[in-house]
Nanobody, 117 residues
């Protein structure tokens, strides 16, 4: 059983929107926050957003603030990332990460987002 599974990536034109989902398994400690990161081609992995799954609260990187929204979907048991007004600079593999109940962090396999100009 994979601790976290991302989906929803794809190819869009600049100005378009996508919603990524990170489905959480029972292996994830939901008392900790869940974070989204991304890794643009040829660059280091960078923070995108986090959400406190139980107590709420959210925080965004400056590069995505005002365009991306992170939320908790109780029905799907997922953490979703709504991305609006996508730009070519948003092209990256997007990953979610969370804390395992047994300790340590888990990362998903990633989902590719490609934004054409």
């Amino acid at each position: 059983q994979a601790p976290l599974v991302e989906s929803g990536g794809g190819a869009v034109q600049a100005g378009g929107s996508l919603t990524l989902s990170c489905v959480l398994s029972g292996l994830i400690d939901t008392s900790y926050f869940i974070r989204w990161f991304r890794q643009p081609p040829g660059k280091e992995r960078e923070f995108v957003a986090w959400i406190g799954t139980n107590g709420g609260g959210e925080y965004y990187a400056d590069a995505v603030s005002g365009r991306f929204t992170i939320s908790s979907n109780k029905f799907k048991n997922s953490i979703d990332l709504q991305m609006n007004n996508l730009q070519p600079a948003d092209t990256a593999v997007y990953y979610c990460t969370g804390r395992l109940l047994k300790g340590g962090d888990a990362w998903g396999q990633g989902t590719q987002v490609t934004v054409a100009s």
